[in-house]
């Protein structure tokens, strides 16, 4: 068999850094399987053309699908027969108690289906973390990816193990959680992991390195560190990602705390990545993760124009990305409700001698408590839906961004009408109706932001709850006022 006509297994295709493997895998003309639980996930990716027909054989520069489970060893040991060279890009972001014990197991079980098999070589793709640190001490995610590269170590066959920080690139989870922690902030004060050291590296030149191991000499059984030129904390990448797209300075005060979880959270309310996805990703910079040694371009020479600055990484990330997207809804939604709290505010007058001959409940708050409670919540309605309506919009739920927006713009048509209604009008029946379609339109808008994230509809709640609140209490005074209008 030819060297062109080498025969890969890719597993983890559907992921972000496995596709870009596989496409890369087949420009150079290899033959390429892929094990995956669904062809037709597979046929639906933006390189699916290359796939040939279930029931044939790939040629070169052309995929064929083994449909399966990585966790499965007849599925394993079927998609392994005959290849070459296979490359191990699963790793799950699953929080189940014995979470790391199961990635173990399924590389093990990877791993002696491979050595039945007579692969040549496996790659993997695991994590940079500190040498002087016990591996017991690392996150669970950072533990299991290093348990795993061990366990296809120890398997009998050659395996390159190679061990990066975070890749920069438009769909890794951990660049668009800095790109849009840059974004939409323009500081911070954060848990004092975030003046950790890491180093990141551009996806091309990942991928450069993933293909290229597959020459390694045969006595080749280690892990390598990859990474691109520099080391930089967290909080300085957020500053140069903003530079880099001409955002201006970020700035990022520390606290003396880790709080790896409430940081989850935040990250799930400010960011389109869910809370879930980021406790992981979170969990790999409580440590510095940093290089340590270059000796993969002793074998196989560094990308070509060389290692890949960040901000070059940043801006070839972004190239077909809207960074700008954020700005103009934060601008759009803002001056919309802005726009209410002024109508709402002109209207309003209740100093007025009608308003204080009104018999009103004994639960009626003190007049000061209005204004206050409102301007928190018109920031909250802001921020909570300008952060809905551009998520959405990052993840392409176009039809979802268009239906909250014209629900949170009903909202704020009830909401500055009622003090029309009230106010100016003086129609408490017409009002209280109003105020009840109000708290209605409220309640949908935590749901439709329950939908985007939890942390969204926990912090858009007290709205919901106010407007019922003022919904009870404009019936009341409709109640006790039956022959005002």
């Given at each position: 068999m030819s060297d062109n006509a080498r025969l890969a297994l890719v597993t983890g295709a559907t992921g972000y850094i496995g596709g870009q493997v596989a496409q890369e895998l087949l420009r150079r003309g290899w033959r390429v399987r892929l094990l995956s639980r669904s062809a037709e996930k597979v046929r639906d990716l933006p390189?699916?053309?290359?796939?040939?027909?279930?029931?044939?054989?790939?040629?070169?520069?052309?995929?064929?699908?083994?449909?399966?489970?990585?966790?499965?060893a007849a599925d394993i040991s079927r998609a392994l027969q005959d290849v070459d060279v296979a490359w191990y890009l699963?790793?799950?972001?699953?929080?189940?108690?014995?979470?790391?014990?199961?990635?173990?197991?399924?590389?093990?079980?990877?791993?002696?289906?491979?050595?039945?098999?007579?692969?040549?070589?496996?790659?993997?793709?695991?994590?940079?973390?500190?040498?002087?640190?016990?591996?017991?001490?690392?996150?669970?995610?950072?533990?299991?990816?290093?348990?795993?590269?061990?366990?296809?170590?120890?398997s009998g066959v050659p395996t390159a193990a190679l061990q990066t920080g975070v890749v920069i690139g438009?769909?890794?989870?951990?660049?668009?959680?800095?790109?849009?922690?840059?974004?939409?902030?323009?500081?911070a004060i954060a848990p004092r992991w975030v003046r950790n050291r890491i180093q990141p590296i551009a996806v091309a030149d990942v991928v450069h390195y993933l293909v290229g191991a597959?020459?390694?000499?045969?006595?080749?059984?280690?892990?390598?560190?990859?990474?691109?030129?520099?080391?930089?904390?967290?909080?300085?990448?957020?500053?140069?990602?903003?530079?880099?797209?001409?955002?201006?300075?970020?700035?990022?005060?520390?606290?003396?705390?880790?709080t790896p979880?409430?940081?989850?959270?935040?990250?799930?309310?400010?960011?389109?990545i869910s809370s879930k996805l980021a406790r992981p990703l979170i969990g790999s910079l409580q440590h510095d993760t940093v290089m340590h040694e270059r000796d993969l371009d002793d074998y196989i020479g560094a990308p070509e124009g060389g290692h890949t600055s960040f901000a070059d990484a940043v801006r070839a990330a972004t190239k077909d990305l809207d960074t700008n997207r954020w700005r103009r809804v934060f601008s759009a939604t803002t001056a919309a409700v802005a726009a209410t709290a002024v109508v709402g505010t002109l209207a309003s007058a209740p100093d007025t001698l009608w308003y204080k001959t009104l018999r009103k409940p004994s639960f009626q708050p003190p007049a000061w408590l209005f204004p206050v409670a409102w301007t928190a919540l018109y920031a909250d309605i802001a921020a909570i839906g300008s952060l809905s309506i551009a998520d959405l919009g990052e993840q392409g739920r176009t039809?979802?961004?268009?239906?909250?927006?014209?629900?949170?713009?009903?909202?704020?048509?009830?909401?500055?009408?009622?003090?029309?209604?009230?106010?100016?009008?003086?129609?408490?029946?017409?009002?209280?109706?109003?105020?009840?379609?109000?708290?209605?339109?409220?309640?949908?808008?935590?749901?439709?932001?329950a939908k985007i994230s939890p942390e969204k509809a926990v912090v858009l709640s007290p709205y919901a709850g106010w407007t019922a609140f003022a919904s009870v209490l404009s019936t009341t005074l409709r109640g006790l006022n039956p022959r005002r209008k």
């Open positions: 390189w699916g053309d290359a796939v040939v027909a279930k029931g044939r054989s790939a040629g070169p520069g052309q995929a064929e699908v083994v449909e399966g489970n990585a966790s499965e699963l790793h799950s972001m699953g929080d189940s108690e014995n979470f790391v014990q199961e990635e173990v197991e399924m590389a093990k079980t990877f791993a002696t289906a491979a050595h039945d098999a007579h692969v040549e070589r496996i790659v993997y793709l695991g994590g940079l973390h500190p040498d002087d640190e016990p591996v017991s001490e690392l996150s669970d995610h950072l533990r299991s990816r290093v348990e795993v590269g061990q366990a296809l170590m120890d438009d769909e890794s989870s951990s660049f668009i959680m800095i790109r849009h922690l840059a974004e939409r902030l323009p500081g597959a020459d390694l000499p045969a006595d080749v059984n280690r892990t390598f560190d990859v990474g691109g030129p520099e080391s930089i904390e967290y909080a300085d990448m957020l500053d140069q990602y903003a530079c880099a797209t001409g955002k201006g300075r970020r700035f990022m005060l520390t606290a003396p705390v880790t979880g409430l940081a989850a959270n935040w990250i799930g309310l400010v960011t389109p039809d979802e961004q268009r239906a909250y927006a014209t629900a949170l713009g009903v909202n704020l048509a009830l909401n500055a009408g009622w003090s029309v209604l009230f106010f100016n009008r003086k129609r408490l029946g017409a009002a209280a109706v109003e105020s009840v379609l109000l708290a209605v339109s409220s309640a949908d808008l935590v749901r439709r932001s």
